[in-house]
């Protein structure tokens, strides 16, 4: 899967990445600082700073403004983010639908596999991506968690775009990573479903009644209300724009939100596995 997967799709490198990097490595040069003393600066770890200067991690805007300040790089790093690829280590054939992503109105995700991408945790990512088999080198990790992280942005940007969840409740208590990536990864969905744009559903271990039993789905619509529906397997994925196709998937999602717990009953079933920890 491109989105949350154990790492099956390989990352792609990109030329404006390394650009960019090496930009910052000769302003901070100028500056006369190490990697070691700006990375505080920046409010960025160390391996982040080193990551970025060598064109394997996507740099977030709050490290741009920041490195744009602290660099007194006269405007540069601002213009030379403007123009980096913005899908670094995402399979190719995942990329037309992280670019519909970026202006849907609405986005509907049903997930039985995996916690969706764009409500991971870091740690509960990395977990994932250690998962994989076969096994990611440092900077194919480094790369895809770049992604997912760059991805996640939508959620914070677009407060006018709804989305909506469908989770099943056994992919929290399989505790990937551990009790403590478990508990991190539950107070950051309760954090998301108290969103207003956000509606969070978890699907019960015990449910006789299920229209999701042929796998994931996803679907969003556009500016122009136009709806598309997305498939994966285990080494691909396919864009469905046929309508009766992407009907059934709509059928199959109502069903699921009607068989889902309630938003509230959600949080609740949240916290008392959070309590359980």
């Not at 390989?10 to 090496?22: H, I, M, Q, R």
């Not at 040069?29 to 600066?41: H, I």
């Not at 986005?107 to 990611?136: H, K, N, W």
């Amino acid at each position: 899967m491109a989105d949350n997967s154990c790492g099956n799709n390989e990352p792609e490198s990109t030329d404006s990445l390394k650009t960019f990097g090496a930009i910052v490595k000769v302003f901070r040069e100028r500056a006369g600082y190490t990697q070691e003393q700006l990375a505080p600066l920046l409010q960025y770890s160390v391996q982040t700073q080193a990551s970025i200067e060598q064109g394997r991690r996507f740099p977030q805007r709050e490290y741009v403004d920041r490195a744009e300040d602290v660099l007194d790089a006269f405007g540069v790093l601002r213009a030379a983010a403007k123009c980096l690829v913005r899908k670094p280590g995402l399979a190719a054939w995942f990329r037309q639908w992280a670019a519909l992503e970026e202006q849907a109105i609405s986005i509907c995700m049903y997930e039985c596999r995996a916690i969706p991408g764009l409500l991971q945790t870091e740690a509960y990512a990395r977990a994932v991506f250690d998962s994989g088999v076969p096994p990611l080198a440092d900077e194919q990790i480094e790369a895809q968690l770049a992604a997912r992280q760059e991805r996640q942005r939508l959620l914070r940007e677009r407060p006018n775009t709804a989305f909506s969840f469908i989770i099943e409740e056994a992919l929290i208590r399989r505790r990937t990573g551990g009790a403590d990536v478990t508990r991190e990864l539950v107070d950051h969905l309760l954090e998301h479903a108290a969103l207003r744009n956000i509606e969070l559903q978890l699907m019960p271990l015990v449910c006789e009644e299920h229209a999701g039993l042929n796998g994931p789905i996803r679907l969003l619509e556009t500016p122009d209300n136009e709806w598309f529906g997305y498939s994966e397997a285990q080494r691909g994925g396919l864009l469905i724009s046929d309508r009766k196709d992407v009907s059934v998937l709509q059928m199959r999602y109502a069903k699921l939100r009607s068989q889902a717990l309630t938003s509230g009953d959600s949080v609740s079933l949240l916290k008392q596995i959070r309590g359980a920890l």
